[in-house]
């Protein structure tokens, strides 16, 4: 049995989950949306948990994928339309900002 999720860890996986389908957010924006932690911290979470929600909508802030899993995220933006500039999302195009 797995420990309960912290405050912090559901909110970053509330915030997550709220992301439309074609859109995104980097970790930093996740963080600021729901004004506690980190883009680190909200890398933890993600990789610990997010597994539960669309994880593929959640990258860096230049655009790139997690470089374990690239080819998977990747092809999960691409399925959805999210505007991509080769091999890295177009953040200022795709970007979530929550409302």
């Known amino acids: 049995m797995s420990a309960p999720l912290t405050v912090f860890a559901q909110s970053v996986l509330d915030a997550v989950d709220h992301i439309p389908r074609g859109r995104v957010m980097s970790y930093g924006d996740v963080a600021e949306y729901v004004g506690a932690g980190s883009a680190r911290a909200v890398g933890t979470v993600m990789a610990r948990h997010g597994a539960e929600?669309?994880?593929h909508r959640v990258l860096r802030s230049d655009g790139?994928?997690?470089t374990h899993k690239s080819d998977r995220q990747l092809a999960l933006l691409r399925s959805e339309g999210v505007?991509?500039?080769?091999e890295r999302v177009d953040m200022p195009a795709a970007r979530w900002d929550g409302h």
Do not use: K, N, Q, Y
Request: aromatic residues 10%.
């Open 53 to 55: 929600v669309p994880w």
């Open 64 to 66: 790139t994928c997690a």
């Open 83 to 86: 505007p991509m500039r080769g």
